[in-house]
């Protein structure tokens, strides 16, 4: 994204934001249509993860969301309430993979340096929580990559990104 530089009185706004993160094009690519309506919708998905994913994007990540919301499992328990940080349910997560070019299903390989200058990439976003690797993701390296917060996911090939409240360093 290139946005001219704005005057402080006219700062995009949470909306103007969710807007350019789910255009096409934009980085992100969806396997399904409420994905981008869990992102559109400020209801649904924290700001913290519509933060998360434009650091990763504006970092030239294109990505393939394969859950947010509306197509997980609730995961509530996963979480701490009332806020359940770091869930699907409460609209903290993404589940996702990379892509080597904006054409969907082009994966890049678990083993690429480029997957782990992703994760690389995810465990400095702000807001950052955890990242989980399941399947094929799940290597030494992508450990390394991912840092402190990593776990073992389970379910078919994905990367979890996790949010929470606080500001990461
Ligand atoms: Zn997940």
Redo the contacts with the bound molecule.
Sequence with gaps: MSAPERPASSMPTSAFVRAALVRPGGGLLFQADSQRRDLINESSTRSELVALLTFLVKRGHVIEIT?IKAD?HDDSSLGVAPLCEGT?AHGW?A?CWPLASHTAGDYLDAAHPRFQAFLFDCARAPYLKQI?LAGSAWTPANRHASGATVFE?GGGDHA?LGTHETKSA
């Design positions: 859950a997980h699907h997560a589940d989980g996911d979890h």
